[in-house]
């Protein structure tokens, strides 16, 4: 429509139009959104991360206070390792002994499992 057209219409009408273009919108928002979300379907299919996946690390120091607390030797070090070296002790101390290589794998089993 031409801009003389519409400067001819009442508001009646101008009002209808109005209501006709926005339904018009509103479905072809919708076909466009349903659209964008089957090809984000399958990128997401056919993307693969760029990581690999890493295998379990098992734990290798532990707290002798709380067993349960246990460090891998992996990123920052827990509160309470920090606090029992700076009192003195030899972060060797708190190493979980491994007899043979039997136990490495039963722990490495046992923690998978948990892990799972």
Not at 66 to 74: D, L, N, V, Y
Request: include cysteine.
């Amino acid at each position: 429509m031409k801009r003389a057209e519409l400067d001819q219409m009442s508001i009646d009408e101008l009002w209808s139009l109005h209501v006709d273009i926005s339904q018009l919108l509103r479905q072809r928002i919708q076909q466009e959104k349903l659209q964008l979300e089957e090809r984000l379907k399958l990128l997401k299919t056919t993307v693969m991360s760029g990581r690999r996946p890493y295998p379990p690390v098992l734990p290798k120091y532990c707290n002798p206070d709380q067993p349960s607390e246990t460090w891998t030797g992996r990123g920052k070090s827990p509160r309470w390792l920090a606090a029992q070296l700076k009192s003195g002790r030899r972060i060797e101390d708190f190493r979980i002994q491994v007899r043979n290589k039997r136990q490495i794998s039963d722990r490495r089993a046992e923690f998978s499992r948990q892990r799972a």
